[in-house]
């Protein structure tokens, strides 16, 4: 018995988990993508492991590995892929965290061959993709929902109106205004705000560390 102690409070209890960039194609070679490390996803899959949770981790491109027995590693690129897979594991999960930076925007058309220049200027059509977020929070039932804001102005204004609009039971958000912090590095500094609006700012920490606190706040909001 490993829980003697009660150290496994999330034992027999699903986490969902969305981390990494997505990559979306624009011809067989090229794609529009961002700067996400995966780092904070994975410091929350293996927080949550670590709790006896078991995970579903749903991962872009990344170079970063990940190994343990309670994690299961679904590897998806493109943002409509990231979108099945939440689909498909979402129903039965009682906590979801979103730390994925999705791409918001896709092109319109993928080129099947690579595309070749010519002199004359060149821009690519996009379209939104699905918001993943908003989609769980229009789908909640019992689920502890979780997502992230990456702002650079109206920080906090922002991350409340993105836990309103996505239905979410906490946010947090991440600061990109102070020196170590964001989303490529190895620390994070957090705000985390809870469904009435309360704040809770942290100092700059490791992502691991950010990640025991994110537990933490979502024991205390869930049980009391
Ligand atoms: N998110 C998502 N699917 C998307 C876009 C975002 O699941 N297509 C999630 C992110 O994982 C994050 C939260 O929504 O948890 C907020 O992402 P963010 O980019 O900060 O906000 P957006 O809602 O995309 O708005 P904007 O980029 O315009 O600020
Ligand atoms: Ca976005």
């Known amino acids: 018995e490993n829980d003697i102690l009660g150290k496994l409070p999330l034992r027999g209890k699903k986490v969902l988990i969305t ?4 990559y979306e194609a624009i011809d067989p070679v090229r794609f529009i993508g961002n700067h996400s490390s995966s780092r904070m996803g994975i410091e929350l899959a293996k927080a949550a492991a670590n709790l006896g949770a078991s995970v579903s981790f749903i ?5 970063l590995k990940i190994e343990h027995s309670l994690i299961k590693v679904i590897n998806i690129v493109s943002a409509e892929e990231m979108y099945k897979a ?3 594991n979402y129903t039965d999960c009682d906590i979801a965290i979103a730390a994925a930076a999705v791409a918001d925007y896709r092109p319109k058309h993928i080129s099947n061959q690579k595309i070749k220049k010519a002199d004359a200027a060149f821009s690519i059509e996009l379209e939104r993709t699905t918001d993943i977020l908003k989609w769980m929070g229009s789908k909640k039932k019992s689920q502890f929902l979780v997502g992230f804001a990456l702002e650079t102005e109206n920080e906090e204004e922002n991350a409340k109106k993105k836990l309103k609009s996505k239905n979410l039971d906490l946010i947090v958000l991440n600061s990109l205004n102070d ?3 964001g ?12 469904h009435k609006l309360e704040t809770k700012a942290f100092d700059l920490k ?4 950010v990640a025991k606190d994110i537990f933490d706040e979502i024991n205390l909001l869930k049980n009391g």
């Open 59 to 63: 991962l872009g491109p990344s170079s």
């Open 206 to 209: 490791t992502k691991s560390e």
């Open 183 to 194: 989303f490529k590095g190895q620390t994070n500094k957090v705000t985390l705000i809870n």
């Open 86 to 88: 939440v689909v498909a």
């Open 19 to 22: 981390a990494g960039p997505t």
């Open 179 to 181: 020196e170590g912090a």
